[in-house]
């Protein structure tokens, strides 16, 4: 009953705060929303200690892949063979899981009834989080493809409603919108990737597929004729796969979700942009990873993807404003790291990562969110300074969060931040990859650390040191008074006014009509506050004491994991004697970054404008984003308007409504207004009429008779 518990208390929450929400008040569904997640966690909890500390998962029997706990819910699909049942998987990976996704989830619920105190709708804010924690928890208990499809898309779903929340806010919407198609392009490839999969292997389960697959080894590997072509079946099913991990986890070319996505109230950025949906993606590679180890061109591609993904969202991070957008590409340049592992071989390195990265990550979202609170909703850095002094809470969880996230550590030893272990077992597999392709990898992740270290302690000096800069400017009323604790949107306005502390006006609420955000800005309740607690502790150690299990030696990972993922020995003994120089490149890294950032935004505050005037076309470039929404918006956004509006306006207007509906109209009222004719009203003109159908009648009856 534990597994049944740890999935459904989530959704017996929703369905609560959700239906009757109106009925017992907002408090109430807070209370029992986050009530049952807390015990969900627990439980969570009590799943994973065993398998981490003890002699594996409780009940979990061998069934010739994998130690794997199944719990059947209910007969679910039977059509002609296929008996398919809802069976809830649990193994190592699902418990690793199922305390990242419930303990963030039961803490972003707790942060939440603070954050979201003002809110109106609050019940249904809940709800979402809680249906949204329940399609996570069914994505990564699924026993086969179909089931992880409907977790999938439930996550879509509900990450749909939480970024469009404040659905009165234009641009609220619109990024829900553009979230849920831009996730929709991956998700065609998912879905094809599925079919594809049952059509080669045979098996919509799990275990069915990697039996399938293993016979490979022996009977040669499947080909796909497509047009007169020979193309490697596996191949083609692992991309198309890969595709829908590149939607969920924003990467390359579909990672243009993400940074808009930031619309919707920092608890969901926690809770979905750091530890939960964004790691769908990886979560699924991992899952199939018996699969991808039978493709070397899928590996490669997800190799490639994922290391241009670490540097591209890193170079856009070192210029943003809003600080929730710079946690944001923060987020997406990680998760290129964790695909770097997969596409390595290194499975169990990218969810060591995911792991780590879950607790920095939504501490730093959680924090981000206690500034905003604090400084009556703003979210532009260059409005900030001096915070450290006012919440000096807040400011204490962020410096531990982004010593996480930089990866501070003493390489060859247990000294170190969560981050440091698990971002230098990526770095270390891509270089004892070797080749080409590793190479590239590798340089590009120890750049990209440089980058995270400079935008990661820009945030932290432009935020909390320095002297106050937002009392310099007029304000306004909040554009959206009746969501009174909605964040607001700035668009990015140019650096190189940063020496001088030129702003644009940003929008606060009333207060700041008698001071500045500054002088009114205060620390967060502790139901704020002890969610960060509890993350900052997985932050320091959750790096030092899972390291062994996921990373140090491989039969310690093959006993940890029990064959939930493929486990690469030559790769993980290869990365553990790199060259000294490698296993310092991202520590040196981190350090030349944080001397950049304190030089240049400590020490000589008027650099960054300086440079910016310097080199106006790289800074409007990284200030753009590389201009792919620009890009996307003219190759694909115009033309399917074009061609929308021309069929609307042809098609519809033209040929349905002129042509086709209004000319069978006038037909109709052209023979209507004949038969009217015929009723005058005069009862001899009707006699007549019933005179000559009697008489036709006769002479029908009279001839047909033949009696003429």
């Not at 699924?142 to 970024?163: C, K, R, T």
């Not at 590409?329 to 995911?354: D, I, N, P, W």
């Not at 080409?436 to 400079?454: C, Q």
């Not at 296993?583 to 650099?607: C, D, H, L, N, Q």
Request: charged content about 10%; aromatic content about 14%.
């Amino acid at each position: 009953m534990i597994i049944q518990a740890i999935v459904f208390l989530p959704l017996i929450g929703a369905l609560i705060a959700g239906f009757l929400g109106r009925s017992i008040g907002h408090r109430p569904s807070e209370f029992i929303t986050t009530g049952l997640l807390l015990i969900a966690a627990v439980l969570s909890w009590v799943v994973f200690i065993p398998v981490a500390f003890g002699d594996g998962l409780v009940g979990a029997v061998g069934d010739g892949h994998a130690a794997v706990l199944k719990v059947e819910v209910m007969r679910w699909i039977q059509v002609g063979d296929m008996d398919l049942r809802w069976t809830l998987r649990v193994d190592t990976l699902t418990a690793i899981m199922l305390v990242v996704v419930n303990t963030v989830s039961a803490l972003v619920h707790l942060y939440s009834i603070g954050y979201m105190n003002e809110d109106p709708h609050r019940s249904r804010f809940f709800a979402y989080l809680s249906l949204f924690t329940f399609a996570m928890l069914m994505l990564v208990t699924a026993d086969n493809f179909l089931q992880m499809f409907f977790g999938w898309e439930g996550v879509g779903l509900a990450s749909y409603l939480l970024i469009g929340f404040w659905y009165t806010r234009p641009s609220a919407t619109a990024a829900a919108m553009k979230a849920f198609i831009v996730n929709r392009v991956g998700d065609f490839g998912f879905a094809l990737g599925i079919f594809g999969a049952f059509m080669v292997l045979g098996h919509i389960d799990f275990d069915g597929a990697f039996s399938a697959a293993d016979q490979f080894a022996t009977t040669g590997l499947p080909v796909i004729r497509f047009l007169n072509w020979n193309v490697d079946a596996m191949t083609v099913i692992c991309l198309l796969l890969f595709m829908g991990a590149m939607g969920k986890s924003a990467q390359f070319l579909l990672h243009t979700w993400l940074p808009d996505a930031m619309e919707g109230p920092t608890p969901v950025s926690a809770l979905i942009h750091a530890a939960t949906m964004v790691t769908a993606g990886v979560f699924m590679v991992a899952r199939l990873s018996p699969l991808f180890e039978l493709s070397q061109v899928a590996l490669t591609v997800v190799i490639v993807i994922g290391a241009i993904t670490a540097f591209f969202a890193a170079t856009v991070g070192l210029v943003q404003n809003d600080i929730k957008r710079v946690i944001a590409y923060s987020t997406c340049s990680q998760l290129g790291y964790m695909f770097v592992a997969l596409g390595t071989g290194a499975y169990s390195a990218g969810v060591f990562h995911l792991f780590t990265h879950a607790f920095f990550k939504a501490l730093l979202f959680l924090g981000a969110g206690s500034v905003i609170h604090a400084m009556h909703h703003e979210q532009d850095m260059r409005n900030m300074g001096g915070l450290r002094k006012k919440i000096p809470i807040t400011y204490a969880m962020m410096m531990i969060g982004t010593l996480a996230l930089t990866g501070v550590g003493i390489p060859g030893t247990s000294l170190g931040f969560a981050g440091f272990f698990s971002k230098d077992s990526i770095i270390e597999s891509a270089y004892a990859y070797g080749g080409n392709v590793g190479s590239l990898a590798f340089w590009l992740l120890v750049i990209a650390a440089l980058f995270t270290s400079f935008y990661s302690w820009r945030l932290v000096h432009l935020t909390f040191h320095g002297s106050p800069r937002d009392a310099q400017h007029s304000h306004t009323a909040h554009p959206d008074p009746a969501h009174a604790d909605a964040e607001t949107h700035h668009e990015p306005i140019d650096d190189s006014n940063l020496g001088d502390h030129v702003h644009a006006a940003v929008s606060h609420d009333d207060a700041h009509h008698h001071g500045s955000a500054y002088d009114h800005a205060h620390e967060s309740p502790n139901v704020m506050l002890v969610p960060l607690y509890v993350l900052a502790v997985g932050a320091v150690l959750a790096g030092v004491v899972f390291y062994g299990m996921f990373f140090h030696e491989v039969e310690h990972i093959e006993h940890f994991f029990a064959g939930s993922i493929f486990v690469d020995h030559e790769i993980i003994e290869a990365a553990h004697h790199v060259p000294l120089w490698v296993k310092w490149s991202a520590t040196i890294s981190m350090i030349i970054g944080f001397v950049a950032a304190w030089y240049m935004y400590i020490r000589r505050p008027e650099v960054p404008g300086k440079l910016a005037a310097t080199n106006p076309g790289l800074y409007q470039f990284l200030l753009n984003k590389w201009y792919f929404d620009e890009l996307y918006n003219t190759i694909f956004v115009r033309p399917a308007l074009w061609i929308g509006r021309a069929i609307w306006h042809g098609f519809d207007d033209w040929l349905v409504d002129g042509k086709i509906a209004e000319g069978l109209g006038r037909r109709v009222q052209n023979v209507t207004s004949w038969v009217v004719k015929l009723q005058s009203g005069y009862l001899y003109h009707y006699a007549f009429a019933m005179l000559i159908g009697i008489a036709a009648l006769l002479t029908w009856a009279i001839t047909a008779g033949g009696l003429i």
